[in-house]
């Protein structure tokens, strides 16, 4: 069952987010097997005060997510994001599937 890596951060160094960390992280992303399907700087608060940007993954299992947050080659990306990021918060959670019907 596909999981989801959601992170929410303030890029606070936009030029070394897209120049070293965004093109370092998408080859080991694909050896993941993972699809990015929300990458935004700024989005709009509903409620409270999260950070400014937020990044959805989509990965073919939890182990997937684990693997690719414990990837050795990930990580000096993931320090050189904890520095050019503020208000990080990262999470997986499970793809979502209704209840079966109890008829």
């Known amino acids: 069952m596909a999981a989801y890596f959601i992170l929410t951060q303030t890029v606070t160094d936009q030029t070394a987010y897209s120049e070293d960390y965004v093109p370092g992280v998408l080859p080991i992303l694909a050896k993941h097997g993972a699809e990015i399907l929300v990458a935004a700087f700024e989005t709009q608060a509903l ?26 080659d990930y990580r000096p990306l993931k320090e050189l994001r904890l520095r050019i990021t503020t208000n990080a918060s990262a999470v997986l959670a499970p793809e979502f599937e209704w209840p079966e019907s109890q008829e």
């Open 47 to 72: 409620q409270g005060e999260p950070a400014d940007g937020v990044v959805i993954v989509r990965f073919p299992s939890e182990q997937a997510v684990r693997d690719f947050v414990n990837d050795p």
